[in-house]
């Protein structure tokens, strides 16, 4: 079984430039979600969907950060200006929502600098 | 205000022995309770998890004791081994939430010297 699939790995901006993540969840997952990870911290939910639609977006800075998921599969985050604070890995997960037992399928995450 | 505290920073621990990694939560809704674990550049990967049900839940070396009463859970890691090194996270849920939002600690880097 294929994991969850992130890119970039990578990516360094100046802030107040614009970014954006890409993640394809585990095929058949109808849950997927988004993490912010900074340094030293744990993982905090940004955004989850369940196929296409919006769950919880409570703690997404919605003035700057976007999400969409097209058609209930891949998925984009979008950081649009940056900010300096925006410094993180950036983790999506993936879930058949089947039950807690087994948590989340995450990605290699993409670890975002912001100077 | 964190709902799910890992109050050791890091711990270190000689093969063989046993690693015992803490976490604490102030939600008393939280009824589901996950560990994952670490590794650099990489994402996390589940390690094992328990329902406020029960009170133990075994898989092989890994073992989560919950404590309801004091809001307390303990993975257990025996016999300990060089790669298990890597940052552990505890994680809890609210089952009657329905939507799986997982509440994490900062993490424990665990090293396992050979």
């Known amino acids: 079984e294929a994991g969850v699939a992130q890119s970039p790995r990578y990516k360094i901006i100046e802030k107040r430039q614009s970014v954006a993540f890409w993640c394809n969840p585990i095929?058949?997952?109808?849950?997927l979600y988004w993490y912010q990870q900074i340094l030293g911290q744990g993982p905090k939910l940004l955004i989850q969907f369940q196929n296409n639609g919006v769950v919880d977006d409570s703690q997404l800075p919605k003035d700057r950060f976007s999400a969409e998921r097209l058609k209930g599969v891949d998925s984009t985050l979008k950081i649009q200006p940056a900010k300096l604070e925006d410094s993180a890995v950036y983790l999506c997960?993936?879930?058949?929502?089947?039950?807690?037992?087994?948590?989340?399928?995450f990605g290699s995450g993409t670890r975002l600098t912001v100077v | 205000d964190q709902q799910v505290k890992q109050n050791s920073p890091s711990l270190s621990v000689q093969e063989g022995r046993i690693s015992i990694l803490n976490c604490d939560y102030t939600?008393?809704?939280?009824?589901?309770f996950l560990w994952y674990k670490k590794y650099p550049a990489e994402g996390p990967t589940f390690l094992i998890s328990i329902s406020s049900i029960k009170d133990k839940n075994e898989d092989g070396r890994f073992t989560v004791f919950l404590n309801k009463s004091a809001k307390h859970l303990s993975l257990h890691i025996v016999p300990s081994q060089p790669g298990d090194s890597a940052v552990y996270f505890c994680?809890?849920?609210?089952?009657?939430?329905?939507?799986?939002?997982?509440?994490f600690g900062k993490g424990t880097l665990l090293t396992v010297n050979p």
């Open positions: 095929s058949g997952h109808a849950t």
């Open positions: 939600n008393s809704m939280f009824d589901y």
């Open positions: 997960a993936s879930s058949l929502n089947e039950g807690q037992e087994y948590g989340y399928t």
């Open positions: 994680a809890a849920s609210d089952s009657g939430g329905s939507n799986y939002k997982l509440t």
